[in-house]
């Protein structure tokens, strides 16, 4: 084996890629020149939708059976201080612009940011579908890690059309285009590419804890992962 890269798939608001969000961390730990993030796009600019009644109570049901599943906290608080709330459209378009931020001062800040913002969500109630909250908590997180942050200039870059938004327009549409090459719906989704091949991986490998997941790299990598 001369190159190894994984490519992981996902959107700031999909409750399975929160799920998934322990693998991710193991990838980043273990993998971090290796690993790159695609967000997809699922829930930002036609993929966003109005916070409605019904569709809070669809996306609470769901997330009960991911809690069920695997574990993650879907707090009370989330349900009724995020969902509830139907001022806020259900759209990932902040979240995945202050990634991109994030990656461009330091691409393995964007692993760390993401799962920041997940647990800001669906434990501490904070609604992630709004610009203001996004840059705020993104500029914590970054300050935390040694990055000071204008949190109102970056709430404004969330929003406004500028070059951030370009970039992660770019970073979108090249993972649509990797999701149509391989014929992929839904996320989140890891590819492993293994010098000029591409592999998927099982999506329950990403919800079942580290352990699940590098004994599917082993079986991949021929038994090369420690």
């Not at 996902?10 to 273990?30: M, N």
């Not at 914590?140 to 109102?152: K, V």
């Not at 970056?154 to 500028?162: I, M, P, V």
């Amino acid at each position: 084996m001369e190159s190894l890269t994984f490519q992981y798939i996902f959107d700031p608001l999909c409750g399975w890629c929160y799920a998934s969000s322990q693998a991710l961390a193991t990838l980043a730990e273990r993998w971090p020149g290796q690993l790159q993030m695609l967000p997809s796009g699922l829930f930002s600019g036609a993929g966003a939708r109005t916070m409605s009644a019904g569709w809070a109570a669809h996306a609470w049901s769901n997330d009960q059976r991911i809690e069920a599943a695997t574990g993650e906290v879907f707090s009370t608080a989330y349900r009724d201080k995020v969902l509830a709330d139907t001022a806020t459209a259900f759209d990932s378009t902040a979240l995945t612009r202050a990634l991109t931020a994030a990656r461009q001062i330091d691409a393995m800040l964007e692993p760390q940011l993401l799962r920041h913002l997940q647990l800001a969500r669906y434990v501490q109630g904070e609604n992630t579908a709004s610009a203001e909250v996004v840059a705020r908590l993104t500029a914590q997180a970054l300050a935390e890690a040694g990055h000071a942050t204008d949190s109102e200039e970056l709430a404004r870059q969330l929003t406004a059309g500028g070059e951030l938004a370009r970039q992660t327009d770019a970073r979108i549409q090249t993972t649509q285009a990797l999701l149509n090459r391989f014929g992929i719906q839904g996320v989140p989704q890891l590819l492993v590419r293994i010098d000029e091949r591409t592999h998927t991986l099982s999506s329950k490998a990403l919800y079942q804890g580290p352990g699940t997941l590098l004994d599917e790299l082993r079986g991949m990598l021929d038994g090369e992962v420690a």
